[in-house]
């Protein structure tokens, strides 16, 4: 009697294998032992999963072709290299792009998050602005995203999963095309994106193993490979965690102030009211790695007739003295339902020149993506929008179907 023939287990449905997109080499490495990957090859096949996945840019394992065709074939029976969906992407008129993504499901009860990134160009660099949470909690009163609540945090693979995105979009991966519209930067050794920005959804610092995590990962030099110069850490003043920051990622720090006393910041940033402007101050002065080099970058919306006099200008730069920084001056981005106007441009620049005069580079930032809420502090997820738009549908539906 012969023995039939083995044939090979179709693969699991995609909804129920885990992708490695987002993966720390550990993480690979526990992959590749649930695969059957003996420990003596393990640091070789790591190193090959990580090139292909990080540097390649690999979606399909068939596109691995130093890896052994049996193991190709047990990989793809176990897991995908599957991205967020793009659920809609919107270009401005100016180049910015941005991408509504919903995340894998992470058990059988999610449906997959939804957040937002959006892609910054420039003449010779990009910057992507990446989100840390579904959601905030902050409640900054100018911001649009603060207006949805938190849902939960990004694990370091989701956040590192919108890098992906972006450089698939974009063609940033190498033998890659870019796209065609002239909107986005080439040339030989133009990277498209750049630079790593955490500002959009949500407080960093309040998800900081995974944005550690996904610092890391971004700034792996034998796979996405971004200079942690590059990486810029955005926080409301989380005060106990600015020095981790520092020390434990190495990214440049970003400080969202928009005000110089407790009393206005308190209204404009309610986290104030917890860690106020002098112990955040005090933190920014110890930062790690903090020189005339490595400036903090300290953030200031310009709000008419609430932050934006002269008084307040010649305030930030007492604030600021003994403190390696540069201050980016950000006009207010209007979203609906907002009770506050951007100043006006001649007031701007007043308060520009009275800091640049003593001795702070005081760039005002160009509004990028306005016409897609893009820009700074309009992020807000499409989710709640687009679920009250099925519920209409349905609604709708049903009212038919009972004519």
């Not at 602005?129 to 207006?147: K, P």
Request: net charge positive; proline share 6%.
């Amino acid at each position: 009697m012969t023995a039939a023939p083995e044939t090979a287990a179709p693969p699991a449905p995609a909804a129920a294998r885990v992708s490695l997109v987002g993966m720390s080499r550990a993480e690979l490495g526990d992959a590749l032992a649930a695969a059957g990957v003996p420990a003596r090859e393990m640091k070789m096949r790591v190193a090959q999963l990580f090139q292909w996945i990080y540097f390649h840019g690999a979606t399909d394992f068939s596109q691995m072709l130093n890896v052994a065709k049996a193991l190709r074939g047990k990989l793809a029976e176990l897991y995908t290299l599957d991205r967020p969906a793009i659920v809609a992407e919107q270009i401005s008129a100016d180049g910015t792009r941005k991408w509504l993504l919903r995340m894998n499901p992470t058990g059988p009860l999610d449906k997959g998050a939804e957040i937002e990134c959006v892609y910054i160009p420039e003449s010779y660099r990009g910057t992507l602005c990446v989100s840390s949470q579904v959601g905030c909690t902050l409640n900054c009163s100018f911001c649009h995203t603060g207006t949805q609540k938190l849902v939960r945090n990004l694990t370091h693979r989701e956040i590192v999963a919108q890098l992906m995105v972006a450089r698939d979009r974009l063609g940033d991966f190498p033998g890659r095309e870019r796209p065609t519209d002239g909107l986005v930067p080439s040339g030989e050794g133009v990277r498209a994106v750049s630079n790593i920005v955490f500002m959009g959804m949500g407080e960093p610092l309040y998800n900081f193993d995974a944005v550690r995590e996904a610092i890391a990962l971004m700034s792996d030099g034998d796979g996405l490979s971004l200079s942690k110069r590059r990486i810029t850490v955005s926080t409301a003043g989380v005060v106990p965690d600015i020095g981790r920051l520092g020390a434990e990622c190495g990214a440049m720090l970003a400080i969202s102030l928009h005000a110089t006393n407790d009393r206005l910041r308190d209204e404009l940033v309610p986290l104030n009211k917890r860690y106020p402007i002098a112990e955040l101050m005090q933190a920014c002065r110890d930062y790690p790695g903090a020189s005339n080099a490595r400036r903090i970058t300290f953030e200031y919306v310009m709000l008419k007739g609430v932050n934006d006099t002269p008084a307040e200008a010649k305030a930030l730069v007492r604030l600021l003295k003994g403190v390696p920084a540069k201050i980016n001056l950000i006009p207010f981005n209007p979203w609906p339902g907002t009770k506050y106007e951007c100043s006006d441009w001649a007031t701007i620049e007043r308060f520009s020149d009275i800091v640049f005069d003593a001795g702070y580079a005081s760039p005002v930032r160009t509004p990028r993506g306005r016409d897609i809420l893009a820009a700074c502090g309009q992020l807000k997820s499409e989710t709640e929008k687009l679920r009250a738009r099925a519920r209409l549908m349905l609604e709708q539906q049903l009212a038919l179907g009972a004519d």
